[in-house]
């Protein structure tokens, strides 16, 4: 299985700002291990520029998030087919801060997932509890409801394209991570869930951590047996981190 590393940027950066840490990636782009891939999600403004950037280089590029419908009268939405028109290829669904700053459900969640999928496009589909959901020892029930909520109504063949990305919201952005022990557990239930459509499915899927991965913690979660990498918001803005990241990803393989 490769070993992803996913950089969120969420709304950071500017047009100077992002081509300069989009070009330090690539000028590195040549040493990523072997079965290792990096993924860029920029904001939509950048998008373009970060796909002519990448092109020819073994870094891909995502979007952050994506409306479910092909076309239409939704001011101010961006769809699945405009951003693959662009080159982007894989788009992040269903982040902790998407559901809570803008409401987002399980079941729009899995719209969104399935407009990405119908243009081919990798859905990198985020889970995790609340604090007081892992406080009352609900986490496993939380995650699971937000699999099936969202995913319940892909075939085989759709759920191997998917990404999975375990993000405890307590964890994001607020320097606490989760133990080691804490990830494997639930990457492991996430991986149990997804073998009830069968081992192909289990075995093919990545599953990312997310929550204050950084250089100094990544390896221990990385080398998790069921940890097949990180999706990195506040380490992903800074070239250097970034970098390092990857590098401790190769270690994996
Ligand atoms: P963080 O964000 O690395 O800044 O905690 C992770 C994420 O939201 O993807």
């Known amino acids: 299985m490769r070993t992803i590393v996913a950089g969120n940027w969420k709304m950071n950066t500017d047009r100077a700002s992002a081509a300069a ?4 990636l690539v000028k590195s782009a040549g040493s990523i291990a072997d079965g290792v891939q990096v993924i860029i999600a920029p904001p939509f403004p950048f998008l373009s520029m970060a796909v002519e950037q990448c092109a020819g280089t073994r870094i891909m590029v995502a979007a952050q998030n994506c409306h479910q419908a092909e076309k239409g009268a939704y ?4 769809s699945a087919s405009m951003l693959k028109s662009i080159g982007v290829q894989a788009c992040i669904v269903g982040h902790s801060e998407r559901r809570q700053y803008f409401s987002e459900s399980d079941a729009l969640i899995g719209e969104k997932t399935a407009a990405l999928l119908a243009q081919g496009l990798i859905p990198i589909f985020c889970c995790g509890e609340k604090k007081e959901d892992r406080e009352s020892g609900r986490h496993y029930d939380v995650v699971t409801e937000q699999m099936k909520g969202a995913l319940g ?3 085989n063949p759709e759920l191997e394209r998917i990404i999975l990305a375990y993000e405890p919201v307590w964890a994001i952005g607020t320097g606490l991570t989760a133990s080691k022990e804490q990830a494997q557990d639930m990457h492991a239930h996430m991986r149990s869930l997804l073998h009830m459509h069968g081992p192909s499915v289990a075995e093919r ?10 250089p100094s913690n990544a390896e221990s979660l990385f080398g998790q047996h069921d940890v097949n990498g990180g ?9 250097e981190q970034f970098l390092e990241l990857v590098r401790i990803a190769g270690m994996k393989q």
């Open 205 to 214: 899927v990545p599953i990312l951590y997310g929550g204050s991965c950084n």
């Open 21 to 24: 840490l989009i070009s330090a």
């Open 153 to 155: 109504r892909f075939t």
């Open 75 to 78: 001011t101010g939405e961006v």
């Open 231 to 239: 999706l990195i918001g506040g380490a992903s803005l800074l070239a």
